[in-house]
């Protein structure tokens, strides 16, 4: 938030940066959180910088996690997911090794 970002962070989370760090999941990491996918589009300069970071920082807590970058926007990262395709086999590769 103290880097140049969309306008609708600021509306989603206002000005307050003590409130940006409540509402953070990245610094509501406190220890081994459940396994998790992080799905980015490569797309977007910052999204799986993003998501790395965040993995990182889950699996240093113990948690497993990892990301999978996808050639895709946002909107079609949530509106493809379950249409055959090898997207849609990783995560459900991801979510059988959960079993």
Not at 24 to 35: E, M, T
Not at 70 to 80: A, F, G, K, P, V
Request: charged share 15%; proline share 5%; net charge positive.
């Amino acid at each position: 938030m103290n880097a140049r970002h969309f306008g609708l962070y600021d509306r989603a989370f206002g000005a307050d940066p003590a409130q940006w760090t409540a509402l953070s999941p990245y610094a509501a990491l406190a220890g081994a959180a459940a396994p998790m996918l992080a799905v980015c589009s490569s797309r977007r300069k910052d999204s799986c910088p993003q998501a790395e970071r965040f993995v990182a920082r889950a699996n240093a807590l113990g948690g497993h996690a990892r990301v999978l970058a996808e050639d895709l926007s946002h909107m079609q990262i949530n509106t493809t997911l379950g249409a055959p395709s090898d997207y849609t086999a990783q995560v459900d590769a991801f979510l059988a090794s959960l079993r």
